[in-house]
């Protein structure tokens, strides 16, 4: 019977590059801004490499790589204007939260777990990196509410994963998100994956995009591989909320190129056939194959960006490892805004420990 | 000054602070339009208008995250919890989040946030509507917790709440809500968070509550009175920060401690404080603390709640007991 | 730009009568099943009117009527097998537990505080009304995917309202039921309200129904005030459930003719407006003008079922009142299936004190 | 019998059990096709089947209330939370649902369920991973709360937890999962939920732990030991049901007490081992009973997690401190 809407058919995300480079339709951004945004994809891998190795030497904490992801997660954040954006991330946007303004030493910092890396210097409009996970989709759209309230025209963008969009969070946000029009965009990053668990145990729906219309927001569905087609789509996203028109949910569809984290194993479950599915869509390649074929990318300039990339890693892993070891008093820091005696008492009692 | 009821005194303050600040804003469920169901912001959407005062999705969870997300952004939420038995649906954002929001940004993000929320029984509620589930709360580092037991410390504790730049649980009796009533100065004040008060003097017993326990300890205190015995009561009215030094010199003031609360017995907050006094106390304690309350299962259906909260004579009887342990 | 799915224009419910009692298509129900969920209809009309008037003269407890949405929840129980199909409940479901076994005086012994209240029939299968919105609906999973696990052809039919379906559990619940193909039935009577906050601030999505696709389960509209659209609708969802096919969100578009319960006062927030636009489409009118249009039914007939329902309101009421008061040993009844030593000693402190 | 670590103990046991009893099924988070995150559940899947082990959305409020309804339909679903940080998610669940089913429906709904999660710090996991928050739902009345220290009592107290139609919380100490090897019989066996367990034999101060603390408080024994100081060391194993006769003999044979937690103070277990111990050996007691804890802040992040969670110098320094006290 006509009455019951049957689950809908198959859908082809939205694309402008194809897996070779080439260009399928306009994009908006200028061959400046392309450029900029590989560089931002090179760093974050160079940074992803040298962190894995040093993590296997025990140098570094566990931590989830953004390799495969670096088109999604840039593509997303180049729609942004640190100035009056803010950014409520998960846990696997590090060159987004960097082009808003995070020290990269910082975010080494944090997974060394160093409390240094907690800092998020002011005036970067960042919310903490979430490991609760969908935690911070409620916070986000208040952050956007909140803004809308104040008649500044900032619009928040928030990372949720495919595995965290299955939280109770996920739901009540994007309700809300919908009825108080917030300017705000879920970016919901479909990689495939939550640590082992496939995409296809996550949810019976045909994308995650189709979530949209249950709440009356906009939804898209957009070739996560692809910088330019998330711009795109992220960009009309952003330009909607900051016009006051409303939400939207971006589906991102992607593949996390390696293992969940450097704690994992992913040979348990990861199969060829996965690997093949995906093999020949690295959306850093995908970008280097249309700068070089648009003539904006030779080889200098790759090694340029290249040594750039090293030489930024470096200088904040470095910065990092030089960084004094915490002491036990960091605990006692920025619990309270007005600490109390009980709490006083037991920072005194930890500071004496210390000493012995 | 004035005589009102809690419930009047709450929102009362709320009015003027929302009148002296702009960046207060109240939401919840069926705050706007109703009122709440208790009607503790009545009036407050008509003047104050839909955007200030929002009646919101029925998702605990969003309502304090997005909360949080408000305070990020500039603005001093007050949010609602209709009834503390559904604050377990937000307890991920309050317990993770809110509380630990200043430490995980290490102080980037203040929460100038509070969460009002109705607990306790004693008016026939459904289920789920009356627990008193304070103890979880008190648990979780970074968050701050008040019970006013009167008009008067509603005020004053509210507005110290709004004050400060800390998250703060604000417990308000169902229970005190129309029966308590007592004078309120016109004038802006703060009573302040952390500080317990002894609400009666005496000498042999010391009784610890807070919030609709408290004038249950009171008129316990006075039929133990006619008895002979002179029990010295203390508001506790923060539990986070506990006001330790006021709890000690209460109880080494008689050297007996009658701890009262309607949750559970098993990890009440009864347990924290006779734990801490025990510490504190050691020497001075001339019997065990004693604890009071409810019994380890679920609160009832509201025909045998009479039975579970602890009651007047019950407290008469135990009390009384008590003063007979051999030191 | 196409990419993007557009919030989605206004739809209409489906219908099998219209407000006069006209028949519109084809009913599959039988008059004999027409008149006994009739008879439902109204002995929790008179349910309801009797027991709001006890309430009054405080001789029972607050409680909420299920007046206006009797068509919704008759007709949605009217598809359910009660030898095998199981029922989670709201709490504004009246009809459906009792067709489903439980005895009316239960229903009036809890929202009387009796915990004779608690009592549900070996072999009646429902769980316990809920209280804490939305929190039946992943238990009503976890039943549906255990009848399936176990071979049995139940199907579960949980009821949610349109306040509760804002909840994290209601995404959580139809997001499993998705991918473990669970035969369940989420059955979301939008009233109108929840408490007062109307439907409007509830979602801007256009219908709940159009949540279904996020979850790949099937979605359907229906005119909650006319009895054999709702069981069509339910007996199809039941039906497709059985059969292994999977879960079904349907969204009974009713209203809540009275207040949200005994103590609440709706004339602080219901309109004229709103009255205005739901005058007309009383659901037991409409059946009541259908059966006599059909000539099922006239005036001895309905006297009869009239009588019938206020006997058996009576008698249940009757039976409630005179069972005697609880004891405070109720507190310690089925609380651990194994007590221990000290749930016992205090058992027996509150035994004493009852003594006292 | 067989050296296991403790989580080979939990898998075997799992695996017996499930061959045992078809109503068993294993469902979480990462439980399937990887094992779960520590390997508890590695290989069942692969025995039993991908519909008996189950990969779940990942939603712990969901996984939590379909096994609730799982165990209604008259399966004993074994639910894995995959941190007990993430059990907040789905704390109305567990708190409300779980706990009180049984109650709520006058006896109708038996609740045969396990939640399995690993609790505490010491392996330097990300923020919200290592927090122990079991007094958190040592305050559900109609839950129980078991915390095994070894891999002998993992397996027997998880049998046990699997024969009863109470609902438990199962706790497996991040730490000890690896680090804790010991005999466990190849046999079925049970250990009764609800009895302490003396672990060492002392004379001079009793030390009541659980989970990962027991072995550290074990290890402070024998350093106290070489000063001449007689630790009687007792394994909780049940917060709930209390062992309170247990834990009143272990303290009254040596008239001290020390509570070792990973907790945070205010508000912890130890909150309430303390006010029942002082309630119970009142007498015996020749100083207060000492808490040993965390601080009341976060759990931080990995690098400062050794001044964070109590450790064999300070147990030792306080424990000396603690005989220093005039009785
Ligand atoms: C509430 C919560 N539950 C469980 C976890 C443990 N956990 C950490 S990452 C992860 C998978 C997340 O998957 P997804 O959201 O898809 O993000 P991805 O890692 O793929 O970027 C899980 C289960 C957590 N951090 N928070
Ligand atoms: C988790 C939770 N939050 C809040 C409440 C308080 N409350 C009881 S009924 C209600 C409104 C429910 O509306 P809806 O789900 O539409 O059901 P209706 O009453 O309209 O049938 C609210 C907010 C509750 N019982 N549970
Ligand atoms: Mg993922
Ligand atoms: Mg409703």
Redesign the interface.
Same mark, same amino acid.
């Given at each position: 019977m006509t009455r019951f809407t049957p689950p809908h058919e198959a859908v082809e995300p939205f694309r402008l590059l194809d897996t070779a480079g080439e260009l399928l339709g306009e994009t908006q951004m200028s061959a400046a801004e392309i450029l900029e945004s590989f560089e931002w994809m090179l760093l974050t891998r160079t940074f992803d490499e040298k962190a894995t190795s040093l993590q296997r030497q025990g140098r570094f904490g566990t931590f989830s790589s953004v390799r495969g992801q670096e088109a999604s997660v840039v593509g997303a954040a180049s729609a942004l204007d640190p100035a009056r954006d803010w950014i409520a991330p998960q846990y696997r946007e590090l060159p987004a939260i960097l082009r808003h303004g995070m020290p990269l030493e910082n975010f080494a910092l944090y997974f060394m777990g160093h409390?240094?890396g907690?800092?998020?210097?002011?005036h970067?409009r960042i919310?903490?990196i979430q490991i609760?996970l969908a935690?911070q989709?409620? *916070?986000?759209?208040?952050?956007?509410?909140?803004?809308q309230? *104040?008649r500044t025209d900032g619009v928040v963008a928030t990372f949720v994963g495919d595995g965290a969009s299955s939280e109770?969070?996920f739901?009540?946000?994007l309700?809300?998100a919908g009825?108080a029009k917030a300017p705000v965009v879920f970016f919901l990053q479909n990689n495939g994956w939550a640590i082992s668990t496939p995409r296809a145990k996550q949810t019976a729906a045909r994308t995650f995009a189709d979530r949209a219309a249950g709440y009356g927001i906009h939804g898209a569905y957009v070739d996560g591989n692809d910088l330019l087609a998330v711009n795109a789509v992220m960009t009309e996203a952003v330009e909607r909320a900051r016009a006051g028109d409303g939400p939207t949910l971006i589906e991102s569809l992607t593949w996390r190129a390696g293992a969940h984290n450097t704690a994992d194993d992913p040979t348990k479950y990861v199969t060829a056939a996965d690997h093949e599915a995906w093999a020949g869509t690295d959306p850093v390649e995908r970008v280097e194959a249309y700068l070089r074929s648009t003539g904006s990318l030779d080889d200098d300039g790759y090694e340029a960006i290249r040594h750039r990339c090293a030489d930024e890693v470096d200088r904040a892993l470095g910065v990092a490892q030089s960084t004094p070891a915490a002491t036990s008093g960091a605990l006692f820091?920025?619990?309270?805004?007005?600490p109390?005696?009980?709490?006083d008492a037991q920072r005194e009692a930890w500071r004496q420990m210390q000493e012995v | 000054m004035a005589v009102k009821t809690m419930v009047e005194s709450i929102r009362e303050t709320l009015a003027d602070e929302m009148a002296r600040d702009g960046r207060v804003?109240v939401i919840g469920?069926?705050v706007?339009?109703?009122?709440g169901?208790f009607r503790a912001t009545e009036g407050l959407q008509a003047r104050f208008g839909a955007?200030r005062v929002v009646?919101?999705?029925?998702?605990?969870?969003?309502i304090?995250?997005?909360?949080?997300?408000?305070?990020?952004?500039?603005?001093r939420?007050v949010v609602e919890i209709q009834f503390l038995?559904?604050g377990?649906?937000a307890?991920?954002?309050i317990?993770?989040?809110v509380?630990?929001?200043?430490?995980?940004?290490?102080?980037?993000?203040?929460v100038p946030m509070v969460i009002r929320a109705p607990f306790g029984g004693g008016v026939?509620?459904?289920?789920?509507?009356s627990d008193a589930f304070e103890?979880?709360y008190?648990?979780c580092?970074?968050l701050?917790v008040v019970a006013p037991s009167t008009a008067h410390d509603a005020k004053g504790l509210l507005n110290a709440a709004l004050d400060?730049?800390?998250p703060v649980l604000y417990l308000e009796p169902l229970k005190g809500y129309r029966l308590q009533r007592d004078e309120v100065p016109e004038d802006r004040f703060t009573v302040p968070?952390?500080k317990a008060q002894v609400v009666r003097e005496g000498t042999d017993v010391t009784i610890v509550a807070w919030s609709a326990a408290v004038q249950l300890a009171l008129k316990a205190a006075d039929e133990l009175a006619a008895d002979g015995i002179s029990a010295h009561v203390l508001d506790l009215r923060s539990l986070?920060?506990?006001?330790?030094?006021g709890v000690a010199d209460a109880v080494s003031a008689t050297g007996r401690a009658v701890i009262l609360h309607e949750?559970?017995?098993?990890?009440?907050?009864?347990?924290?404080?006779?734990?801490?006094i025990?510490?504190e106390c050691?020497y001075d304690?001339l019997?065990?603390?004693?604890?009071i309350t409810a019994?380890?299962?679920?609160y009832?259906?509201?025909?045998?709640?009479e039975?579970?909260v602890p009651d007047q004579?019950?407290v008469v009887?135990e009390v009384t007991a008590l003063m007979e342990v051999a030191p």
């Open positions: 409390p240094g907690c800092v998020i210097p002011d970067v919310l903490p609760s935690a989709l409620p *916070q986000a759209v208040g952050v956007a509410w909140g803004l309230r *104040q109770g969070d739901h009540e946000s309700n809300l009825v820091d920025h619990v309270y805004a007005e109390f005696a009980r709490f | 804003m469920e069926d706007g339009q109703l009122g169901v955007d009646d919101m999705p029925l998702a605990e969870g969003v304090v995250g997005a909360g949080l997300g408000l305070a990020m952004s500039g603005m939420p038995g559904f377990h649906q307890f991920h954002q317990g993770q989040q509380a630990r929001l200043r430490y995980r940004s290490a102080g980037r993000h203040s026939r509620t459904p289920e789920l509507h103890a979880f008190a648990h580092p970074g701050k400060t730049d800390d968070i952390g986070v920060p506990l006001d330790v030094t949750a559970p017995l098993t990890g009440g907050f009864g347990a924290e404080l006779a734990a801490t025990q510490q050691f304690l019997a065990p603390v004693h604890r019994p380890d299962t679920p009832p259906l509201a025909g045998i709640e039975a579970y004579a019950r009887r």
